[in-house]
């Protein structure tokens, strides 16, 4: 392997890096993608849960550490495609509102510096290129989509039809998830997905789930001038004198260590890793860490709040595939709290492996088989509010998340006002049968929908990036993971991370012109 000189070097291949690749690509221009991990393997584990819910078989085994010095174990996957490759597909649009100052009841919002009106083309265009399955006029809070989804709505398997039916029945505004899955119901023999329990939270074997590797990935190195290196770690990036270009890209391959060259530098390792690498790259211009004149790098990291809801019956879920309703009529509260509750989805089947993995120690299998086979399962998503000492920090080798939680009255509410909504439906397939619900929240080492850490904006003292989310302190240097975000809303962040890839990349072929 040589050390080269490229026009663009992108770090990462998730949803930001993956998407930016498949946009550049045809453009002609010599391109190096750089990823830490390898090809995920097609091999029997993917579908195993024992595999990945008990003995983890694809989870790093980096260890961090909280504010008081204890050690995480992030939930986190360093593979082509990054975390995509396990994710639930569920690739929403932010709603319009997020985009401006919003009041919440233990804080603010902040207004971003673009409206749901300039991502709303590249929304368009990420829905398209990660085939999402959705219908349009049934979330209350939906935005303006005028070109309709392009796939239509996975549709729903009785049992939770009948879920449908009753939260209808309550007035609830119950609609089709927007999932990003390459299964076509009208033609089943000219369908990848075959509609399997192991979904979310694996990978798939088929390859059948649109994620950034399968989608986009893939169609860029077919292209010759786009080169894919893998098992390269970034571990440092070295600018001029100047400090407003970056001229080096430090990695290491194989034990190995190169230094590669680009016109532009992207970073998309994720919202805690770019911030990582940007203060690892500390130098004499910038001795608090690379273009963080503004103190800012690692600062206002958000992950969400999550709370999981398991709706317990004594009668038998039959459904195979489940995650294919969303609730968002608590999203910006309710008659008598006026303030932002969040969004409700339902996950993907729940079994033995993984409700054990999530069991107080020395749970018995047959309590947590009974668990997962009568049980139903619903993602309650809070907005984590933004605070400068909420923040990615290195000391040493070591990476810190200092983070203190935020926004609990609401989301303590929500948890209660949706088990309260879950006591209230009928359901005649389980019409003598009592239902139990027990709420969990979920913990710092969910890392999924990192973000924050990098925000843009149009003032250099108060964001790290601009509008085009490049450096404001280094000309060459841009970030298209979930680092630009300015707040984290209460939705998934992938499909606004795709469509910004996009957005950037639309950018970055005019500069290049």
Not at 190 to 212: H, M, Q, V, Y
Request: aromatic share 10%; glycine share 8%; with cysteine.
């Amino acid at each position: 392997m040589i050390d080269s000189h490229y026009d663009v070097i992108i770090i990462g291949t998730g949803a930001g890096g993956g998407t930016l690749a498949y946009k550049l690509a045809p453009s002609g221009k010599k391109i190096l993608v750089l990823e830490r991990g390898n090809f995920l393997p097609r091999e029997k584990a993917n579908w195993d849960s024992h595999q990945i819910f008990k003995k983890e078989c694809y989870r790093t085994a980096e260890v961090w550490y909280d504010k008081h010095g204890k050690t995480i174990r992030p939930l986190t996957h360093y593979y082509v495609g990054g975390n995509t490759k396990f994710y639930g597909g569920a690739l929403f649009r932010f709603r319009k509102n997020d985009f401006n100052r919003v009041i919440h009841k233990e804080g603010i919002s902040p207004e971003w510096p673009l409206k749901y009106q300039d991502f709303a083309p590249y929304y368009a265009q990420a829905e398209k290129l990660y085939e999402v399955h959705s219908q349009q006029g049934l979330d209350p809070t939906e935005p303006q989509i005028n070109e309709g989804y392009p796939f239509p709505p996975i549709s729903h398997e009785p049992y939770i039809q009948e879920i449908n039916d009753a939260l209808k029945y309550k007035n609830l505004h119950p609609f089709y998830l927007p999932l990003g899955i390459k299964l076509n119901e009208a033609n089943r023999f000219l369908s990848s997905c075959i509609r399997c329990e192991t979904c979310d939270g694996f990978p798939c074997f088929l390859n059948a789930k649109s994620d950034a590797d399968i989608n986009c990935i893939r169609p860029a190195v077919a292209y010759k001038n786009l080169t894919l290196i893998t098992q390269a770690k970034v571990i440092r990036l070295h600018t001029n004198t100047s400090g407003r270009e970056v001229t080096g890209v430090e990695t290491e391959i194989a034990g190995k260590q190169y230094i590669f060259s680009g016109n532009i530098v992207v970073l998309a390792c994720g919202a805690i890793n770019s911030a990582v690498l940007l203060l690892k790259s500390a130098n004499d211009k910038y001795p608090n860490g690379l273009a963080n004149s503004s103190n800012l790098v690692g600062r206002n990291y958000m992950a969400h709040k999550f709370g999981v809801v398991i709706a317990l019956s004594t009668k038998a879920n039959p459904t195979v595939f489940q995650k294919t309703i969303g609730v968002n009529d608590f999203y910006w509260g309710e008659k008598d709290f006026p303030y932002p509750m969040g969004s409700i989805q339902l996950l993907g089947n729940i079994n033995q492996d993984r409700v054990a993995a999530n069991a107080p120690p020395f749970t018995p299998n047959i309590i947590a088989e009974k668990i997962a086979n009568h049980s139903v399962s619903w993602l309650l998503i809070t907005e984590d509010l933004p605070d400068p000492n909420n923040r990615v920090r290195v000391k040493g080798e070591k990476i810190i998340l200092e983070y203190t939680n935020n926004n609990e009255q609401p989301f303590n509410r929500f948890i209660r006002r949706w088990i309260s909504v879950l006591k209230s439906i009928k359901l005649n397939s389980q019409r003598g049968h009592f239902s139990v619900f027990m709420p969990q929240k979920m913990s710092l080492k969910d890392v999924g929908h990192q973000c924050g850490t990098c925000r843009f904006g149009e003032n250099p003292e108060t964001s790290v990036l601009d509008i085009n989310c490049r450096t404001h302190d280094v000309d060459n240097l841009y970030v298209v993971d979930g680092s630009f975000f300015p707040s984290s809303t209460a939705l998934n962040p992938s499909l606004t991370i795709m469509a910004n890839a996009l957005r950037v990349g639309e950018h970055l072929l005019e500069r290049m012109s």
